[in-house]
């Protein structure tokens, strides 16, 4: 290759360093931007610089080159930034000893991405229509309060059950759904999202619309989650262990996602919505694919909805109506149909912005909806849209491996 | 069996609402395959574009000697206002996107009724609370017996079964219904057969949103009051009932409208606690409509294209 | 001669009050290419169409290896070894050429959604391997789709698609594959690359039975063994292709009398 050089250091070692350190560096930027949205109170600056971080994210994405300088270091240093990431995440909150507010906000944004993420499985892997899922957040969020309150079930069975009830509702909402058409889907979304709307208004034992409340805390080692925590001898809010609690089932359910994109069912799921009939002539079992993206859907939704009722302690019909449906969905178009980043940025961005700009409160479902009309105009893949599947050391060696095709 | 004609005639009158509706939703999915979930939503302006206005033409002392002229005017131009609209959602929404996946589309719509309900909201008056809506239908009515029945009933009933037998001439008899006709069984031959898509698909709309503006407006007269979210669930009944008597038919609308309509008022009067529930059993019908007749009671049995 | 692994045996189809297909009765040998052909909407595409699944059949009997498939659902069909492409190319655009291939497998046993959740390091083992044999079929028809075979299938110049279209049927050893119009739109050159796969087809996989619905007689002079001519969903003449295009009412319905 060229000269013998007078180091033992070879030039593989340094780009092997680089490679680290930026993929490193780009995790910290993003992180630090995400932080600071988050965290800072000034609306203006909050605003110029969520604006900003779209703005750049969507550039990155139009030019191939910058895409794959950026996309290099971060596909080979999975393990790292992993690793790096979960640190980041966990250390995050501790400097938020005083603000408690942001702390909520936080715990907010977990709740939103498990369910945005939940919805992603329905509309963006399988391409169905779902314009009532907060149905299934609801029955999660009332499942796990009555298990617990009436049955006085632990917290952690409660969300279990919980989820599972929602799953079995996902699945009582999947069978109608089988026949083709678009429209006879989002039709039977939408009335099987009011119905359980009107039932848990009306029914005695939900509640009616007073809702429930007193929901017990989640107990961890005999500690209830709702009392303060001391960290390093600091005292530190209870929002601080709902960060964790939330966290913790995010991790899980961002595991979830990723293996079931990489498998046969992220593909089959894919397959259905391109097109099924060549789905179903290429031998896949379009009803049951369909079904389990409703079930795995609505169990996530039911995980998110047993954190809300546990942490927020008091629940209500309005918290799942037909508005919450919409403002989901918004996150997986905005955010990018089938992405799990996409969507987790989009639950973020649409989470931050109503408790950040609050000003447009009035405004807030007005914007949301432009904002949707924009997106699917312009940009219907969304901020981070979806790429083609890799399959990185599955492929074989040799002179015809795939080249980059970004 | 008074109170089952008293009831007989809520029925109707509901139906007769839900008709109008449903028939503007079905022409959507009959001529562009299209589910227009802002449809609903159109409805909500007919009502509150009627109130200004009437509060206007009563501020200039209209109403006196020509009112019912005045009145059946502010119809015609209500209407013609919200058929206006139409227009506007098509050039601005949906025509930029009809070559999009037809789930970009709906979503869009979707996204579209929010809008225009929340706007509706910020932008009239205490838009979040509900809004007396005037009485501009002929009040009184007749006392048969026992029975009563409000002039407002009938003379909603004779407007629809009027819009209705007008449609149907539209539909059967004219140029511009042909051509509708055409291209709700195949677009692109209707095309090269010289019919021109964009104004067929822009009276569609206008049509569309009409119907749903006058079947606001009626909402609001008969029932005395209207909100900014009437939209959601008069446009969720349309549906239902285009769905139920067969998605693009426009009889099969009128059917399932009127089935809808009596499903809701019997079952709320003799289903103990009913009036509550009400809404569950019409999205009940419609699921099992969907689980065992998705073709309606109309359509035909669909067979996939392949 | 051996068995028919597939016969169809007076299929017949009612849409409402049409009759779209009447009566038809063909039969299929390994290795053999028949080919369907006849006026537009005389039925062709709905014999392909009631064969896979897409409609129950109003009447008649559809044997397949032995037994009788009629009112299988299509995955299940399909899985049983009958594959097809559409006469508009139905690709999953999305996803990629390989991806596209790699649902073709769908229709092999092994895949079932259980183990998929379950047991990864056995999938990635399994993915390995049926990602080698995806690549070596897509590099039999077309060395350029194998090195590209991460490209969005969308993104294909239309002789690729029907490739891809034919890589994925043929992904999951099909015994009975079925063509529908695949030289639709193509030119010359495309044509006689089109018939070079279609034979290819028979030599990579022994024993397969391949039904061909085409117009273009120059395809189907040169690949098909047996000729059925349907007319206004009835059959009207079968045999080989010499017989059939001199039959006086084949000519009529369909040829026209100068060839």
């Given at each position: 290759?060229?000269?013998?050089?007078m180091h033992?250091?070879?030039?593989?070692?340094?780009?092997y360093?680089?490679?680290?350190?930026?993929?490193?560096?780009?995790?910290?930027t993003?992180s630090?931007?995400?932080?600071?949205?988050?965290?800072?109170?000034?609306q203006?600056?909050?605003?110029?610089?969520?604006?900003?971080?779209?703005?750049?994210?969507?550039?990155i994405?139009?030019?191939p080159?910058?895409?794959r300088?950026?996309?290099?270091?971060?596909?080979?240093?999975r393990?790292?930034?992993?690793?790096?990431a979960t640190?980041?995440?966990?250390?995050?909150?501790?400097?938020?000893?005083?603000?408690?507010?942001?702390l909520?906000?936080?715990?907010?944004?977990?709740i939103?991405?498990?369910?945005?993420?939940?919805?992603?499985f329905?509309?963006?892997?399988t391409?169905?229509?779902?314009?009532?899922f907060?149905?299934?957040?609801g029955?999660?969020?009332?499942?796990?309060?009555?298990?617990?309150?009436?049955f006085?079930?632990?917290f952690?069975?409660?969300?279990?059950l919980a989820a599972?009830?929602?799953?079995?509702?996902g699945?009582?909402v999947?069978?109608?759904?089988?026949?083709t058409?678009?429209?006879?889907?989002?039709l039977?979304?939408i009335?099987f999202?009011l119905?359980?709307?009107?039932?848990?208004?009306?029914l005695?034992?939900?509640?009616?619309?007073?809702?429930v409340?007193?929901?017990p805390?989640?107990?961890?080692?005999g500690?209830?989650?709702?009392?303060?925590?001391?960290?390093?001898?600091?005292?530190?809010?209870m929002q601080?262990?709902?960060?964790y609690?939330v966290?913790?089932?995010?991790?899980?359910t961002?595991?979830?996602?990723?293996?079931l994109?990489h498998?046969?069912v992220?593909?089959?799921?894919?397959?259905?919505?391109?097109?099924?009939?060549?789905?179903?002539?290429s031998?896949i079992?379009?009803s049951?694919?369909?079904i389990?993206?409703?079930?795995v859907?609505?169990?996530?939704?039911g995980i998110?909805?047993?954190?809300?009722?546990?942490y927020?302690?008091y629940?209500?019909?309005?918290?799942?109506n037909?508005?919450?449906?919409?403002?989901i969905?918004g996150?997986?178009?905005m955010?990018?149909?089938d992405?799990?980043?996409?969507?987790?940025?989009?639950?973020?961005?649409?989470?931050i912005?109503?408790?950040?700009f609050?000003?447009?409160?009035d405004?807030?479902?007005?914007?949301?909806?432009?904002?949707?009309?924009l997106?699917?105009m312009?940009?219907?893949?969304?901020?981070?849209?979806?790429?083609?599947?890799?399959?990185?050391?599955?492929?074989p060696l040799?002179?015809?491996?795939?080249t980059d095709?970004? | 069996?008074?109170?089952?004609?008293?009831l007989?005639?809520?029925?109707?009158?509901?139906?007769c609402?839900?008709?109008?509706?449903?028939?503007?939703?079905?022409?959507?999915?009959?001529v562009?395959?299209?589910?227009?979930?802002?449809?609903?939503?159109?409805?909500?302006?007919?009502?509150?574009?009627?109130?200004?206005l009437?509060?206007?033409?009563?501020?200039?002392?209209?109403?006196?000697?020509?009112?019912?002229?005045?009145?059946?005017?502010?119809?015609?131009?209500?209407?013609?206002?919200?058929g206006?609209?139409g227009?506007?959602?098509y050039?601005?929404?949906?025509?930029?996107?009809?070559?999009?996946?037809?789930?970009?589309?709906?979503l869009?719509?979707?996204?579209?009724?929010?809008?225009?309900?929340e706007?509706?909201?910020?932008?009239?008056?205490?838009?979040?609370?509900?809004?007396?809506?005037?009485?501009?239908?002929?009040?009184?009515?007749?006392?048969?017996?026992?029975?009563?029945?409000?002039?407002?009933?009938i003379?909603?009933?004779?407007?629809?079964?009027a819009v209705?037998?007008?449609?149907?001439?539209?539909i059967?008899r004219?140029r511009?219904?042909?051509?509708?006709?055409?291209?709700?069984q195949?677009?692109d031959v209707?095309?090269?057969m010289?019919?021109n898509?964009?104004w067929?698909?822009?009276?569609?709309f206008v049509?569309?949103s009409?119907?749903?503006?006058?079947?606001?407006?009626?909402?609001?007269?008969?029932?005395?009051?209207t909100?900014?979210?009437?939209?959601?669930?008069?446009?969720?009944?349309?549906?239902s009932?285009?769905?139920?008597?067969?998605l693009?038919?426009?009889?099969?609308?009128?059917?399932?409208?009127?089935?809808?309509?009596?499903i809701e008022?019997?079952?709320?009067?003799?289903?103990?606690?009913?009036?509550?529930?009400q809404?569950?059993?019409?999205?009940?019908?419609?699921?099992?409509f969907?689980?065992?007749?998705?073709?309606?009671?109309?359509?035909?049995?669909?067979y996939?294209?392949v | 001669?051996?068995?028919?692994?597939?016969?169809?045996?007076?299929?017949?189809?009612r849409?409402?009050g049409?009759?779209?297909?009447?009566?038809?009765?063909?039969?299929?040998?390994p290795?053999?290419i028949?080919?369907?052909?006849?006026?537009?909407?005389?039925?062709?595409t709905?014999?392909?169409?009631?064969v896979?699944?897409?409609?129950?059949?109003?009447e008649?009997a559809?044997?397949f290896?032995?037994?009788?498939?009629?009112?299988?659902?299509?995955?299940l069909?399909?899985?049983?070894?009958?594959k097809?492409t559409?006469q508009?190319?139905?690709?999953?655009?999305?996803?990629?050429?390989?991806?596209?291939?790699?649902?073709?497998?769908?229709a092999?046993a092994?895949?079932?959604?259980?183990k998929?959740i379950?047991?990864?390091?056995?999938?990635?083992?399994?993915?390995?391997?049926?990602?080698?044999?995806?690549?070596?079929?897509?590099?039999?028809f077309s060395?350029?789709?194998?090195?590209?075979?991460?490209?969005?299938?969308?993104?294909?110049?239309?002789?690729d698609?029907?490739?891809?279209?034919?890589?994925?049927?043929?992904?999951?050893?099909p015994t009975?594959?079925?063509?529908?119009?695949?030289?639709?739109?193509?030119?010359?050159?495309?044509?006689a690359e089109?018939?070079?796969?279609i034979?290819?087809?028979r030599?990579?996989?022994?024993?397969?039975?391949?039904i061909?619905?085409?117009h273009?007689?120059s395809?189907?002079?040169?690949?098909?063994?047996?000729?059925?001519?349907?007319?206004y969903?009835k059959?009207i003449?079968?045999?080989?292709f010499?017989?059939?295009?001199?039959?006086p009412?084949?000519?009529?319905a369909?040829?026209?009398?100068?060839?």
């Amino acid at each position: 290759m060229g000269a013998v050089t007078m180091h033992d250091e070879s030039p593989g070692k340094t780009a092997y360093l680089t490679r680290k350190l930026a993929a490193l560096g780009i995790l910290l930027t993003s992180s630090g931007a995400v932080y600071a949205i988050a965290v800072l109170k000034n609306q203006w600056i909050v605003l110029g610089l969520s604006v900003l971080t779209v703005a750049a994210m969507i550039m990155i994405d139009r030019r191939p080159t910058l895409k794959r300088r950026i996309g290099e270091p971060l596909r080979q240093e999975r393990g790292l930034l992993l690793v790096s990431a979960t640190v980041l995440a966990l250390a995050a909150p501790l400097p938020l000893r005083g603000d408690p507010y942001t702390l909520h906000v936080l715990v907010m944004v977990g709740i939103s991405m498990i369910l945005a993420i939940g919805l992603n499985f329905q509309v963006g892997s399988t391409g169905i229509p779902n314009l009532g899922f907060a149905a299934f957040y609801g029955v999660g969020a009332y499942a796990s309060s009555l298990l617990a309150i009436r049955f006085q079930l632990s917290f952690w069975l409660a969300i279990l059950l919980a989820a599972a009830i929602a799953a079995f509702f996902g699945f009582l909402v999947g069978v109608p759904s089988l026949k083709t058409r678009t429209y006879h889907l989002a039709l039977v979304s939408i009335a099987f999202g009011l119905m359980v709307y009107i039932l848990l208004n009306n029914l005695a034992f939900t509640g009616g619309p007073n809702g429930v409340k007193d929901i017990p805390a989640p107990f961890l080692l005999g500690q209830s989650l709702f009392m303060s925590i001391r960290i390093f001898g600091l005292t530190y809010p209870m929002q601080l262990n709902f960060y964790y609690l939330v966290a913790f089932f995010l991790a899980l359910t961002l595991a979830a996602a990723h293996c079931l994109y990489h498998s046969k069912v992220g593909l089959f799921w894919n397959a259905v919505r391109e097109d099924e009939v060549a789905a179903k002539c290429s031998g896949i079992n379009v009803s049951a694919v369909k079904i389990l993206a409703f079930c795995v859907g609505a169990f996530f939704a039911g995980i998110a909805g047993s954190l809300y009722a546990h942490y927020i302690g008091y629940i209500s019909p309005e918290n799942f109506n037909m508005n919450v449906s919409l403002l989901i969905l918004g996150m997986v178009i905005m955010g990018g149909m089938d992405s799990i980043q996409g969507t987790c940025a989009g639950a973020f961005l649409l989470t931050i912005a109503p408790e950040k700009f609050r000003a447009l409160t009035d405004l807030r479902m007005v914007a949301a909806g432009l904002i949707i009309i924009l997106m699917l105009m312009f940009r219907p893949a969304g901020i981070i849209p979806q790429r083609i599947r890799e399959y990185r050391g599955l492929l074989p060696l040799g002179r015809d491996t795939d080249t980059d095709h970004e | 069996m008074t109170l089952f004609l008293q009831l007989f005639v809520a029925a109707v009158i509901v139906s007769c609402l839900y008709a109008l509706v449903a028939v503007g939703f079905t022409m959507y999915v009959g001529v562009i395959n299209l589910a227009n979930f802002s449809h609903g939503d159109a409805c909500v302006m007919g009502a509150f574009i009627l109130m200004p206005l009437f509060i206007l033409v009563s501020s200039l002392g209209w109403l006196g000697t020509a009112g019912a002229l005045v009145i059946v005017l502010l119809f015609l131009v209500v209407s013609a206002l919200t058929g206006l609209w139409g227009v506007v959602i098509y050039r601005i929404l949906v025509r930029p996107l009809l070559n999009s996946p037809r789930l970009i589309l709906l979503l869009a719509t979707v996204a579209a009724g929010q809008v225009i309900r929340e706007v509706v909201r910020v932008v009239y008056p205490n838009g979040s609370n509900p809004q007396v809506f005037p009485k501009i239908l002929p009040q009184g009515g007749l006392e048969l017996g026992e029975l009563s029945i409000g002039y407002d009933a009938i003379a909603i009933f004779v407007i629809t079964i009027a819009v209705i037998l007008g449609l149907n001439f539209i539909i059967r008899r004219t140029r511009m219904g042909m051509a509708m006709r055409a291209v709700s069984q195949n677009a692109d031959v209707s095309q090269m057969m010289g019919v021109n898509m964009d104004w067929t698909v822009t009276i569609v709309f206008v049509i569309g949103s009409a119907l749903a503006g006058l079947a606001g407006l009626l909402n609001g007269s008969y029932y005395g009051i209207t909100k900014f979210s009437i939209g959601s669930g008069l446009g969720i009944k349309g549906f239902s009932a285009a769905v139920i008597g067969g998605l693009g038919d426009f009889y099969g609308a009128i059917i399932g409208g009127f089935l809808l309509g009596f499903i809701e008022v019997f079952s709320a009067a003799y289903i103990p606690d009913g009036s509550q529930y009400q809404d569950v059993f019409s999205f009940l019908a419609v699921i099992l409509f969907l689980l065992f007749r998705p073709s309606g009671i109309l359509g035909e049995k669909i067979y996939e294209k392949v | 001669m051996s068995e028919p692994i597939f016969s169809v045996q007076d299929l017949t189809m009612r849409f409402g009050g049409l009759t779209a297909v009447d009566r038809v009765s063909f039969e299929l040998y390994p290795n053999q290419i028949l080919a369907v052909i006849g006026p537009n909407g005389a039925g062709k595409t709905t014999v392909f169409n009631v064969v896979t699944g897409l409609y129950a059949p109003s009447e008649g009997a559809i044997r397949f290896k032995g037994s009788t498939i009629n009112g299988l659902a299509p995955h299940l069909i399909a899985r049983r070894g009958i594959k097809r492409t559409f006469q508009q190319s139905r690709l999953f655009d999305n996803l990629s050429v390989l991806d596209n291939v790699l649902v073709g497998m769908a229709a092999t046993a092994r895949h079932n959604l259980g183990k998929a959740i379950l047991r990864r390091d056995l999938l990635a083992r399994e993915l390995s391997r049926d990602i080698e044999h995806a690549l070596e079929l897509l590099g039999s028809f077309s060395r350029e789709m194998r090195t590209s075979h991460r490209k969005r299938a969308g993104d294909l110049t239309p002789g690729d698609r029907r490739k891809l279209e034919i890589c994925r049927a043929l992904a999951s050893d099909p015994t009975v594959l079925l063509l529908d119009e695949p030289a639709a739109g193509m030119d010359p050159s495309e044509t006689a690359e089109l018939m070079e796969d279609i034979l290819k087809v028979r030599t990579l996989k022994h024993g397969i039975g391949i039904i061909l619905i085409e117009h273009d007689m120059s395809v189907v002079r040169q690949t098909a063994d047996v000729v059925v001519v349907l007319s206004y969903g009835k059959i009207i003449a079968t045999g080989s292709f010499a017989n059939v295009s001199s039959d006086p009412a084949v000519q009529e319905a369909y040829l026209g009398t100068s060839n």
